[in-house]
T-cell receptor, first 114, second 114 residues
Framework: GNSVTQMEGPVTLSEEAFLTINCTYTATGYPSLFWYVQYPGEGLQLLLK?????DKGSNKGFEATYRKETTSFHLEKGSVQVSDSAVYFC?????????????FGKGTKLSVKP | DAGVTQSPTHLIKTRGQQVTLRCSPK?????VSWYQQALGQGPQFIFQYYEEEERQRGNFPDRFSGHQFPNYSSELNVNALLLGDSALYLCASSPGQVRIETQYFGPGTRLLVL
């Protein structure tokens, strides 16, 4: 079946540190991949996405590359800020037999200290 | 342009009761999906409505039902509430014509079952 596995948190970093949050997936066919962010007390916001192998999604200094050979979509940012503190969810949409429902990982909580 | 709105924001019910949650999609969107997010977990897909019909359903019991109105707004109904139904319920909207498209999430309704 389809599933997403992401590294467990919480992750605590100092401001300006480098961030990596690992995400791997299992899917039949070629899914679209997403990173969503959930700030405290808010709903989910799309951070970035990639729809085919080797695509790189990027937004607000975050980026992730769709790696079909390793079935991964790791999230990276070169220099985190306190305002990046949130929960990050990796997700996929199966390409076959789906009308676009998202399958999420469990989330990784990031805390950035000044 | 209003985004996805949900009501109520919070709700407390007791076991065995029934609850109705409401969602208005983003302007121009005709597809509404519902997700359940238990504490500390990623959202899980409940079902999706398009053209007033349930188009796809996740692994949830028949106690969970929904409806979509001609103006594309939607309701989620849960009967015979269980303690385990306590969660954040998220509504997401998207344009229905494109099968794989970014979903926009509302802030959610937090349901507590006592």
């Amino acid at each position: 079946g389809n599933s997403v596995t992401q590294m467990e948190g919480p992750v605590t970093l100092s401001e300006e540190a480098f961030l990596t949050i690992n995400c791997t997936y299992t899917a039949t066919g070629y899914p679209s991949l997403f990173w969503y962010v959930q700030y405290p007390g808010e709903g989910l916001q799309l951070l970035l996405k990639a729809t085919k192998a080797d695509d790189k999604g990027s937004n607000k200094g975050f980026e992730a590359t769709y790696r079909k050979e390793t079935t991964s979509f790791h999230l990276e940012k070169g220099s985190v800020q306190v305002s990046d503190s949130a929960v990050y969810f990796c997700a996929l949409t199966p390409r076959e037999g789906s009308q676009g429902n998202l399958i999420f990982g469990k989330g990784t909580k990031l805390s950035v200290k000044p | 342009d209003a985004g996805v709105t949900q009501s109520p924001t919070h709700l407390i019910k007791t076991r065995g009761q029934q609850v109705t949650l409401r969602c208005s999609p983003k302007s121009g969107h005709d597809t509404v999906s519902w997700y359940q997010q238990a504490l500390g977990q990623g959202p899980q897909f409940i079902f999706q409505y398009y053209e007033e019909e349930e188009r796809q359903r996740g692994n949830f019991p028949d106690r969970f039902s929904g409806h979509q109105f001609p103006n594309y707004s939607s309701e989620l109904n849960v009967n015979a509430l269980l303690l385990g139904d306590s969660a954040l319920y998220l509504c997401a909207s998207s344009p229905g014509q494109v099968r794989i498209e970014t979903q926009y999430f509302g802030p959610g309704t937090r349901l507590l079952v006592l």
